[in-house]
């Protein structure tokens, strides 16, 4: 779930540099705000404010702390092999790891993130320059207003220094992958992250919307999740994208995609309030799903008997066996605040993060709505 609001940061990190600054060791680690879970292998990752990851090898019983070289809020969390794994977070800040998450590298970061954004759009109106003739048309002048604007806008954004987080990262393969984040902000890397750059087509996002959530659905399309429920999606890997509105005005924290026999892609697209909105035709057309929750739907997954498991924001587990039509609750609402929800185990359990750290939260027993 992006957007998230922290304390102000202790003593130990004023004036301080905090992607410089290597995150403090803490006996409490595993019971801090924590806001990204995973499972990759046997191990239970999770990373969150302050530069924060931890891991634990035996279902969430002890955790151990991993290196970590700065000390920002860490938002998301992704594997693509038990070993190689990527985190982001505020300042732009990008991580990698190739031992299973104990030692973490730093490999982009906002500061990065400006100089790309001010070259592009420097490179865009030189261009564009470039073509004119005198005396310009009304078109073209209007155009080149929008450039010289963007050109502006991205020198005052660089002078701010590296402030705007990302929120979510996904990998195709080892070398293939993508981040986005507030302010429609976008990389890729085609080379495990070793360099970092925009897309070559870029979004059509004229009002910047924060991108919250990127999934990848059975198809193998690509769908960020938005503000005022909107949603992109990418059929071709990254190169091209289109909107997609769910007719919904407020915030989307993610979609899952389910297996159709048609072959297109059934959308379940979650956010505020306890809205979800079912797509069973690849998004022309969306039916908001009845979840009996007016909290914020903040994960979601697609278990081993193709049922669907979400989490509210207060720790209500929403389960579905008719692909999104209708809601069960599975448990009594947690008394900790919920952000982000690792896939199932072997066992059928869960592990959530939150405010109170991470927990394994058991869905053996449900109860009826």
């Not at 299973?100 to 420097?122: L, R, S, T, Y």
């Not at 070398?175 to 070793?194: A, C, H, I």
């Not at 992109?232 to 389910?258: E, N």
Request: glycine share 12%; net charge neutral.
């Amino acid at each position: 779930m992006a957007c998230v609001l922290l304390m102000a940061a202790p003593a130990a990190y004023a004036a301080k540099d905090l992607l410089e600054l290597p995150a403090l060791t803490s006996a409490k680690a595993a019971k801090a705000m924590l806001l990204g879970v995973v499972q990759t292998g046997g191990r239970y990752i999770a990373v969150g404010e302050y530069g924060l990851i931890v891991y634990s090898d035996d279902q969430g019983k002890t955790w151990q702390q991993a290196q970590v070289p700065v000390s920002v809020t860490l938002t998301a969390v992704y594997f693509q092999t038990p070993s190689k794994g990527w985190a982001v977070g505020h300042d732009g800040v990008i991580l990698n790891t190739v031992d299973g998450g104990k030692k973490w590298v730093k490999q982009f970061d906002g500061n990065k993130a400006n100089a790309i954004v001010i070259d592009a759009a420097a490179k865009r109106l030189k261009d564009f320059k470039s073509t004119l003739s005198e005396p310009l048309s009304e078109l073209a002048a209007a155009d080149l207003s929008k450039l010289e604007n963007s050109f502006e806008d991205a020198k005052a954004g660089g002078r701010f220094g590296p402030s705007r987080p990302l929120f979510d990262v996904r990998f195709k393969n080892e070398s293939e992958g993508m981040v986005v984040g507030s302010f429609g902000q976008v990389f890729r890397t085609v080379d495990g992250g070793l360099n970092w750059g925009l897309l070559a087509t870029p979004i059509d996002n004229p009002d910047g919307f924060h991108y919250n959530a990127l999934s990848v659905m059975p198809s193998g399309a690509l769908v960020i999740s938005c503000e005022a429920g909107k949603l992109f999606r990418s059929q071709d890997g990254g190169l091209t994208w289109t909107l997609i509105d769910t007719g919904y005005a407020g915030q989307l924290y993610g979609v899952l995609g389910l297996a159709d026999v048609s072959g297109k892609d059934v959308l379940l697209a979650y956010g505020f309030g306890g809205h979800v909105f079912r797509s069973a035709d690849d998004g022309v057309s969306w039916r908001k799903a009845d979840t009996g929750t007016k909290k914020s739907v903040v994960a979601g997954l697609v278990l081993a008997d193709a049922s669907v498991l979400m989490v509210t924001q207060n720790g209500h587990l929403l389960r579905s066996a008719d692909q999104g039509l209708t809601f069960q609750h599975d448990n009594t609402p947690l008394a900790t605040s919920v952000v982000a929800m690792s896939r199932s185990t072997a066992t059928g359990d869960v592990m959530i993060a939150g405010a109170k750290g991470v927990m394994m939260v058991s869905t053996k027993k449900a109860k009826a709505k």
